[in-house]
């Protein structure tokens, strides 16, 4: 094939096995987010690309699908979500606070291509506005735990907390104006490994106040292990206070690990990722506390959340086998012999409208290859409409799974295949 007519490096086609997996994970994602109170949102795909280059920070705007549409703007499709949620916030009067929203967005991300790391991904979004407390922080956390675990990933993973305003106030009295380039350095601690770092760290500090920096960013473990290694004493009791929550929460999977500073640059608080157990892969997620982000609109409404991509997510639980198998949710797959089409597609159309899924043969091939593809479909019955039956006002239902066939008066015909406690929602099983 020519190649220019072939998928471009780091984007995916979803074949329908793959969707449904996917939809599967997803509707779990809504399920929980709904339990926590959470209300899905959406937003456009294309944005001005201003709206990123402010605040996103400069690793995420090297890496936009920009380009100036017909009208000579600057436009780019959306590497996260976040800035337009704090848009759509900041947008409407009067909304009472605090507002609880998710979203599943497409996002795009000129990356180079590797496990994990894509061009083109999914990524599951919840951020709680207008609420400064450290509650919320808490409910963001424990959500995203919540979400893996209804995953089927419970203990598979950890959650490393740490503090922006923490690390800017001891990089401040360590006389360091230009905490954000520090924190560019420290936030690729893990990729270059510490010796390189230091060295980073020693070129714009000098080497004693590099090895400060150092040491304070290179504390990680159980709050009780740190907190007396760390001075600032007063953002250390509202840290002290988030450990209290999540450990009366039974939260076990998580610790502070002060490396963590998150490559994006709006994040004024909490940040957190979480790594499966191994650390084999890339953050399934990230995300921490943003409380400016809105003066960019015009308003002051704090806010804290996190994003979750598909990718790293579809790696773990395929390591874990918790990754759902596809599910076909074909009700009855209807059987139509000879010349009784219109009857046979009334049946169809009377199952699809009483919410039972219902498929038949558009070739009316012979019985045999109905019953086959009744089978290639998933098909949990099918119903057999032919001369006899229809003589006799019934139909023959064949149970797919066992085999077992039974005659059924077409009388009240609904009422008796509700029974069969068949899933009632499609659209969520
Ligand atoms: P982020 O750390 O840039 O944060 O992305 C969060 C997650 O998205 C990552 O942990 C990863 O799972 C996934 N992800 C990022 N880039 C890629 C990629 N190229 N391919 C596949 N997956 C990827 C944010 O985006 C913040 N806006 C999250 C947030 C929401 N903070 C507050 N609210």
């Known amino acids: 094939m020519d190649s220019s007519l072939s998928k471009l490096k780091g984007f995916r086609e979803f074949y329908p096995e793959e969707m449904e997996s996917r939809r599967l994970v997803f509707n779990k994602m809504r399920d929980t987010s709904i339990r926590f109170n959470f209300r899905e949102i959406d937003a456009p795909s294309v944005e001005n690309f201003e709206i990123f280059r402010k605040k996103s920070g400069d690793e995420i705007i090297n890496q936009t699908f920009s380009f100036l549409d017909k009208a000579g703007r600057h436009v780019t499709l959306i590497p996260e979500i976040t800035p337009v949620v704090a848009r759509m916030v900041s947008n409407v009067k009067n909304v009472p606070m605090p507002q609880k929203w998710f979203s599943i967005p497409k996002l795009w991300r000129y990356e180079e291509p590797q496990s994990g790391r894509l061009r083109e991904f999914y990524q599951y979004n919840a951020d709680i506005f207008g609420s400064s407390s450290v509650y919320s922080d808490s409910e963001i956390i424990i959500l995203s735990q919540s979400i893996l675990n209804d995953l089927g990933l419970r203990n598979k993973y950890t959650t490393r907390i740490s503090d922006r305003y923490l690390a800017e106030n001891i990089l401040k009295s360590e006389g360091i104006e230009n905490v954000d ?47 007396g290694k ?47 157990y191994k650390r084999e892969f890339r953050a399934v997620l990230g995300g921490g506390r943003y409380d400016r982000l809105t003066e960019m609109f015009g308003s002051h409404i704090p806010a804290v959340g996190f994003g979750m991509g598909d990718a790293v997510l579809e790696l773990l639980m395929r390591r874990e086998n918790v990754w759902p198998g596809p599910k076909r949710n074909l009700d009855f797959f209807v059987v139509i012999i000879g010349n009784y089409i219109t009857e046979g597609l009334r049946l169809v159309k009377m199952l699809r409208e009483n919410g039972f899924s219902a498929d038949y043969d ?55 295949l509700r029974k069969y406690n068949l899933p009632k929602n499609h659209f969520h099983s």
């Open 362 to 416: 558009p070739d009316f091939r012979s019985v045999q290859k109905q019953m086959k593809m009744a089978e290639r479909e998933g098909a949990r019955f099918s119903l057999i409409m032919g001369e006899e039956e229809l003589k006799n006002n019934t139909v023959t239902m064949k149970d797919m799974d066992s085999g077992v066939q039974n005659k059924i008066g077409m009388d009240d015909l609904i009422q008796k």
């Open 230 to 276: 760390i001075e600032y004493s007063e953002r250390m009791e509202y840290i002290g206070r988030l450990n209290d929550i999540l450990k009366d929460m039974d939260c076990g999977n998580y610790m502070f690990d002060f490396s963590i500073v998150r490559g994006l640059a709006y994040y004024t608080g909490i940040v957190f990722e979480t790594h499966d």
């Open 181 to 227: 380039e520090i924190f560019k350095i420290i936030d690729k601690m893990e990729k270059v490994g510490r010796e390189k770092i230091k060295e980073m760290l020693s070129g714009i500090a000098g080497e004693d106040r590099a090895s400060r920096i150092m040491e304070i960013f290179s504390l990680s473990g159980k709050f009780d292990e740190i907190s």
